[in-house]
């Protein structure tokens, strides 16, 4: 299964999804702070290929509990709708995952991510109004902070230097 020499890594992302909720302090008109703790649950993927055999695929599966501080830049009101932007910064502490590996073999180990890690974020939005809520679709991309990998010495953790999250994450805010 690991027997020749180690060609490539790739990553591929899958979906996810998290639940939360919406805090905000308007700053001004058009300025407002906010943040949006909520539970995320999320999967990746590391296929290695190696000179010899199959590739093999380990999943990085996580559930973290993402606190982020943004500054949302609104445009003035057109009829029932306002763009705007937003960016920040968030942390992301994982819950429950880094579990105790040590009675599996090498083969069977998993690739880990640090307990806590910042990433900054920038996305853009529009605010719908309707006349009992407000609805807000939004796409936001996040790129962590540094290394994100948990060094350990198995076969899928030691051929990597390092490890970056790059997120593109679309949202509903319904207020």
Do not use: W
Request: aromatic content about 10%.
């Amino acid at each position: 299964m690991l027997t020749g020499n180690l060609n490539t890594i790739e990553s591929q992302n899958l979906p996810g999804f998290a639940v939360g909720f919406i805090t905000r302090y308007r700053l001004t008109d058009h300025l407002e702070a906010r943040t949006t703790p909520s539970l995320v649950f999320a999967s990746k993927q590391l296929r290695y290929t190696y000179n010899s055999g199959e590739p093999v695929i380990r999943d990085i599966t996580t559930t973290a509990f993402d606190i982020p501080l943004l500054l949302k830049l609104k445009s003035d009101r057109i009829g029932d709708m306002r763009g705007y932007l937003v960016a920040g910064a968030k942390v992301s502490a994982a819950i429950g995952s880094n579990k105790s590996d040590v009675e599996k073999s090498q083969a069977e180990k998993l690739v880990k991510l640090k307990k806590m890690f910042g990433s900054y974020e920038v996305g853009v939005g529009c605010d719908i109004y309707f006349e009992f809520f407000k609805l807000s679709p939004e796409i936001k991309i996040s790129n962590s902070f540094g290394n994100v990998l948990m060094r350990e010495t198995h076969p899928f953790s030691k051929p990597l230097s390092s490890l970056s999250l790059h997120t593109v994450q679309f949202s509903l805010y319904f207020e």
